[in-house]
Structure formats: structure tokens, C-alpha cells
């Protein structure tokens, strides 16, 4: 599944130039499968379609997500996550610590890593939010060396610890950035309070964004499969996307079965995911794919490798 895993980088890396993209996967009678991007907003939706032939085509729409990236596990940014979770942003935390993922429920996304190569994983567009709140002046200045390099954040933000540790007057002075792209970042202190910080930056950060959007179903997936870790890349797993489901919300969703039991993501619960499952594990062994309709109103598309 190595060239599922391609397909679905370059995908992402298509979305941080286009707003909206549809992923066109061809199913053969033979068990082969290609796959297109086209520049589509896919405004239908998820559709199937079958030909006599015994092809399924399977026309998934994908819309960049508005994110709120959160660099740094602080006081102020746990605040900060559930705040704006509430109000509808699309919350992903960075941190080098390990079991962020515990403590950050109302998170979209949690990543445990170094804040720079957090920072190269995430796929950053014009339309991300992002708010440095590392615990060391070193770790900003690497992320503004990274984000320097990256397309200009809708929103940029610093928690600076206290007035007496100006980060920003040292980024200027050491040359890390352009003085006039750093002069654009919003700079608030935690010295008051980790709660009043949090609401200041997040009113700053809605005068800016009027509207801030959830990522589609699936999303999430799709970014696990485009950057597998090594120990879960060598073993055998099965790709399933519910092409067709009772509930709308529930069509596009996806969900991997790993070769070890493990699963990621969700098909929508009950019998259809149920039934997913089971001829999952009957498809890893044998690789291609099946199309499984557990009612008349479910259809969802099974890929090994």
C-alpha cells in the first residue's frame, strides 16, 4: 500500500495550492486501482459509480482544512485549545512531550515531535492559523526559521512567557526573520494569567479570521496514511471509505485495520462498520479490494495490500 500512501501525500501537498480537490479512484475488474486528482470542489459530495463491466469509480471531494496550530503544551494553550475548539476552529497541538494526546480531548490533532519538524509534517497553507508557545527562546527561534520558509499564516501569534524575556525584540536583533514579516505577529504575555492570555490571543485571532471551518470526515485519516510510521508502513492493513451511508455526515469517512488488530479512524459505529471489519480481515491476507453493501442504503470500499 506504499502507492496509496504516495497518493495521499501528494493530495495533501495539492491542497495547500488548491482550496479544493476531488481524489478520482478507478477499482478494475482485476484488482488493480489508479487513482487522479482533479481541481474539482466535488460539490456532490461522495459518489460511486458502477459500471457493467464490474468498474467502481469512487469520487471523493476534499476541502483544505482552516487549522489553529498550537506549537507548544502550556498552560495557556490547553486554555486556549478548549476554547476554541468550542467556537468551532479546527485545534492542532504540537509538542515534544510524550501523552499530549491525554490531556488536549477537545484537540483535533495531537502531535508528539520537536516543534520545527511538527512544523514540516503539517502541510502549512495560507489559511492555517499558528501560535508559538514553546517553552524555550531556542525552540521559537527555530520555528520562525521554519515558518519563514513556509507560506504566510493567516494568523500568527506568540505567547512570550513574561515582558522581561522579549523573544520578539531577539528575533529582530539575531536576524532570524525579515523584521517587517515578524513586526506582523501578534505578541501577547502570559505574566497576567495563562486564562487571560488565552482569551487576548483568541480575540485577536477572530478579528483577523472571520469564519474558521472543520476539517472534512476523514481528514485526519488520510494524514495518517500519508505519513505512516515506520513500524505500522511494513505491515499489511486494509483502507476502508464509506462510499455510500444512511447518514450524509457519514459518507467519506474512513478507517484503517491493521495487520496487528489495531484500527484508526471510524466508518460511522453499528453493523456496517461491523461487517466492514470482518471481510477486512478476510481481504488482508489476499490484497485488492471489495466493495461491501450491508444494506441498501451502505456501500463502503475495501483496499489491501
Avoid at 486501482?33 to 459518489?47: F, L, M, Q, Y
Avoid at 459509480?49 to 476541502?63: I, S, W
Wanted: aromatic share 4%; proline share 5%.
Amino acid at each position: 500500500m506504499e502507492c496509496v500512501k504516495n497518493d495521499y501525500h501528494i493530495l495533501l501537498e495539492r491542497l495547500r495550492r488548491h482550496k479544493h480537490l476531488t481524489l478520482v479512484s478507478a477499482f478494475a475488474p482485476d484488482g488493480s486501482v489508479s487513482r487522479t486528482i482533479v481541481p474539482e470542489d466535488g460539490a456532490g459530495g461522495v459518489r460511486l459509480l458502477r459500471q457493467e463491466n464490474g468498474r467502481v469509480t469512487l469520487c471523493e471531494p476534499f476541502a483544505r482544512p482552516q487549522r489553529l496550530i498550537l506549537l507548544g503544551d502550556t498552560e495557556a494553550t490547553r486554555r486556549l485549545t478548549e476554547r476554541a475548539a468550542a467556537r468551532g476552529f479546527c485545534v492542532v497541538v504540537a509538542d515534544s512531550a510524550p501523552g499530549i494526546a491525554v490531556h488536549l480531548p477537545q484537540a483535533h490533532q495531537t502531535i508528539c515531535d520537536s516543534l520545527p519538524a511538527a512544523l514540516r509534517c503539517l502541510h502549512l497553507t495560507d489559511e492555517d492559523c499558528v501560535i508559538l508557545a514553546p517553552a524555550r527562546y531556542a525552540e521559537a527561534a527555530a520555528c520562525i526559521e521554519q515558518l519563514w520558509e513556509e507560506p504566510q499564516p493567516a494568523f500568527l501569534g506568540l505567547l512570550n512567557p513574561s515582558p522581561k524575556k522579549n523573544w520578539l525584540c531577539r528575533l529582530k536583533n539575531e536576524g532570524i526573520a525579515d523584521a517587517d514579516w515578524l513586526g506582523q505577529m501578534t505578541v501577547i504575555s502570559v505574566d497576567e494569567g495563562a486564562d487571560a492570555a488565552a482569551e487576548e490571543i483568541l480575540c485577536r485571532l477572530e478579528e483577523r479570521v472571520s469564519e474558521a471551518s472543520c476539517p472534512q470526515q476523514g481528514m485526519d485519516v488520510v494524514e495518517l496514511l500519508s505519513r505512516l510510521p515506520a513500524e505500522r508502513l511494513e505491515q499489511r492493513r486494509v483502507v476502508m471509505t464509506a462510499a455510500r451511508a444512511r447518514e450524509e455526515r457519514d459518507c467519506g469517512r474512513k478507517m484503517i485495520l491493521f495487520e496487528d488488530g489495531s484500527s484508526f479512524g471510524s466508518l460511522g459505529g453499528g453493523a456496517p462498520e461491523a461487517l466492514a471489519l470482518k471481510q477486512a480481515r478476510n481481504l488482508l491476507g489476499r490484497g485488492g479490494w471489495q466493495l461491501v453493501s450491508p444494506d441498501e442504503q451502505t456501500d463502503i470500499l475495501l483496499e489491501a495490500e
